[in-house]
């Protein structure tokens, strides 16, 4: 399933924190986003920062202002698209059988909770030996290509259109998500979260994206891809498995109530060789997709 949103239509899941940060703003500074546009409203934002912070603060409300107009702008003539996929799925062990194509998983090392498990997502799946299929969504979202030169000349508006470009990929994942967690997977059919919400994660399940902390192989690209078929919303993969156009997010969707997000870390020799052995590559060749989870 593809799945096309205008600008307008995602900008409202656009997370500040993030788009600010990529300018050197604290978090702080976001809440612009949340203030009326009113000039009083604004003002009064702005008198609620030490006076020695509100040269910054009004940089941060010039700013937004101005990502705001440039994403009026880019509604005029782009697009965000997202292919889905709800699969059938198994775990075996550390690996997962998405539609017929295994994915070799990392089991967590990092030093776990008092009392609690080392997890692996393959745990959040009904295992091979049940009998019972299972379901697991795999995603890709993808910004259209052209967007990236934009304004190659003005490296004002370059840089924000690279920063939006990377802020709008997430948003609309985040749209399409709940999209499929109400309607079309329709596990959580009565949920009802307010924005802020869905910024910190409340809702049923996890959707670890490849690179992240519990998925963060980025050869797994390449297994996705068999699923998918990237192609289909423009989105090519380099020799190493990196996603182009750059402002691209892909990776899983798991509806388990006890789904949750964790850091694989550091991997020793002996799950290296493991893994390397499930991925059916050399050792050598996966250093280089996990060279930061080595120890």
Request: proline letters at 4%.
């Amino acid at each position: 399933m593809i799945i096309k949103y205008k600008i307008h239509e995602v900008s409202e899941y656009i997370n500040w924190i993030y788009f600010f940060h990529a300018w050197g703003f604290q978090p702080r500074f976001a809440a612009i986003a949340d203030i009326h546009g009113c000039d009083s409203c604004r003002a009064s934002w702005l008198a609620g920062f030490p006076e020695e912070d509100r040269a910054k603060a009004a940089e941060a409300m010039q700013l937004y202002k101005d990502a705001n107009r440039m994403l009026n702008q880019l509604d005029e003539d782009f697009e965000i698209k997202s292919v889905v996929k709800l699969c059938e799925a198994n775990s075996d062990g550390d690996n997962l059988i998405i539609d017929g194509v295994t994915f070799p998983l990392l089991r967590q090392q990092a030093k776990k909770r008092e009392g609690g498990p080392f997890l692996c997502l393959s745990d959040f799946v009904r295992p091979l030996s049940s009998g019972i299929k299972d379901t697991v969504g795999a995603f890709a979202t993808s910004i259209d290509a052209d967007m990236e030169g934009l304004f190659e000349k003005d490296p004002y508006k370059h840089i924000i259109v690279q920063a939006l470009s990377d802020r709008l990929a997430e948003a609309a994942t985040e749209k399409m998500h709940e999209y499929v967690r109400k309607e079309v997977w329709g596990y959580a059919k009565d949920e009802n979260l307010s924005m802020k919400d869905l910024m910190v994660e409340k809702y049923q399940g996890i959707r670890p994206a490849v690179g992240y902390p519990s998925l963060p192989d980025q050869s797994v690209n390449f297994l996705l891809d068999e699923v998918l078929d990237m192609k289909q919303i423009g989105i090519k993969l380099t020799e190493n498995g990196a996603m182009y156009p750059h402002a691209s997010v892909c990776g899983l969707m798991f509806s388990h109530p006890a789904s949750q997000y964790f850091a694989v870390g550091k991997i020793g020799e002996d799950q290296l060789a493991d893994y390397a052995q499930r991925r059916g590559k050399t050792v050598e060749e996966m250093k280089k997709f996990l060279a930061a989870n080595l120890q």
